[in-house]
């Protein structure tokens, strides 16, 4: 066997017997013949075909063997192929149960956060956390240098004792005045003073046990602690740094669990919203779809909602808390909000791939009983997790091409297939 190519234009190559090829060699005008036919034989009818065998015939004579050359073509080629119904993947309108849904971008929120700062002055002698990780509360953070408040302590305490003793002197030499006084041995002016320098040495006590207080507060400030349980930042100092209250933030502390999410809703969406959900009675539900797209695996709660409208944007904020027992939500991440309103009654849906539109609005591709495919208008009320909500144009068992829709136009033939049966 051999080969009939053409070496100008590329067609169909097509094994003939050698001998028929030989003698095509004889004659390169009729071999463009034979290949422009070659081109066209699978779309051509027959008797075309015997016309085309007539004409190089009475071209090249009653003697040459190219027509035999050609018959030997067409057997090769097999019948004429008819033209193949395009294969398509439909899919069946049906009654679902979608929920009332809405979304909305929002950032996540630490529901605490803190700078933790120094409050005294001094030199960072420890420091006792890991960066990133998480702190137990009442933690020290920050150790600073204390002896310069321990011995302010230590002074504080002794003034206080003598003050103390000078109390009790006082005390008793007031209480023999009185006596005495009581006796008519001592004038009133003598107990008197005497009444008064006790109120001083009392008064004195006072003072002293303040500024000890103090003295002990400083020197608690030398430790700087986790207020609650959380997630501590990079540190902004170094151990034997000098740091005091104009330092600036030591350290951010956030609270990781549980999480809050802020987002602004328009007032307009927020109210039909609400109608709608109000249809329906069942819970609403919050969920999370993350910056990647991936869904977070906890539900939420909204437990915020502004008293006010923003008028710039008219929006209204609120706030929803979501469970975060694996810390993998973080402070400041975009994300998104869906609220669902879960009950809801059964709507006609197909999936959101077989809804088209141009410039009349949304349509569809139905393929009838008799496989042959027209366009219908629909009216889509709202796109919910992958499927469109069908108000008016479609009924319940039609059904509608998803896959294949570039390949047909109205009025043609199809072969449908349902979607997963291949």
């Not at 950032?107 to 137990?136: H, M, N, P, Y």
Request: net charge negative; proline share 4%.
């Amino acid at each position: 066997m051999a080969e009939i190519r053409h070496t100008r234009k590329t067609f169909e190559t097509v094994k003939v017997p050698s001998l028929a090829m030989h003698r095509v060699h004889e004659d390169g005008f009729t071999f463009l013949w034979i290949a422009a036919l070659l081109t066209v034989i699978g779309d051509t009818p027959t008797h075309t075909v015997r016309t085309m065998n007539r004409i190089l015939i009475s071209l090249c004579g009653a003697g040459s063997a190219l027509p035999a050359a050609l018959l030997a073509v067409l057997v090769a080629v097999g019948p004429v192929s008819a033209q193949q119904v395009p294969r398509v993947v439909v899919a069946v309108a049906e009654m679902t149960e979608v929920s009332q849904t809405a979304a909305f971008n929002g950032r996540v929120v630490a529901s605490q956060k803190v700078d933790l700062r120094a409050r005294i002055s001094g030199f960072v002698q420890e420091i006792g956390f890991v960066e990133g990780g998480t702190v137990a509360e009442g933690k020290v953070l920050f150790r600073l240098e204390d002896d310069t408040y321990r011995f302010a302590l230590d002074q504080a305490e002794a003034s206080v004792a003598s003050a103390q003793s000078a109390e009790a002197l006082a005390l008793i030499e007031r209480d023999r005045q009185k006596e005495l006084n009581q006796r008519g041995s001592a004038a009133d002016a003598v107990l008197q003073r005497a009444e008064a320098d006790y109120q001083g040495r009392v008064a004195d006590v006072r003072r002293l046990e303040a500024q000890r207080d103090q003295a002990a507060l400083n020197l608690s400030y030398a430790e700087v602690k986790a207020p609650f349980v959380g997630r501590v930042g990079l540190a902004a100092v170094d151990v034997g740094a000098l740091v005091g209250p104009e330092t600036g933030p030591l350290l951010t502390l956030v609270k990781t669990d549980p999480m809050m999410v802020e987002f602004p809703v328009p007032e307009r969406e927020l109210l039909q919203f609400q109608a709608k959900a109000a249809e329906v009675s069942g819970t609403l539900a919050l969920s999370l779809v993350r910056a990647d797209g991936s869904l977070y695996n906890q539900q939420g709660t909204l437990n915020f909602a502004d008293v006010t409208v923003n008028q710039g944007t008219d929006t209204i904020l609120m706030r929803a808390s979501f469970p975060n027992p694996e810390g993998t939500l973080t402070d400041g991440a975009l994300v998104s909000v869906r609220l669902a309103a879960e009950g809801a009654a059964p709507q006609l849906t197909v999936p959101q791939q077989a809804v088209q539109r141009d410039l009349t609005g949304p349509y569809v591709l139905v393929v009838g009983a008799d496989n042959v495919v027209q366009p219908r208008r629909v009216d889509v009320e709202r796109l919910a997790d992958g499927l469109a909500v069908i108000a008016s144009g479609l009924s319940e068992g039609e059904q509608v091409i998803t896959e294949g829709v570039n390949k047909v136009r109205p009025g043609m033939t199809v072969d449908a297939a349902l979607a997963g049966q291949g």
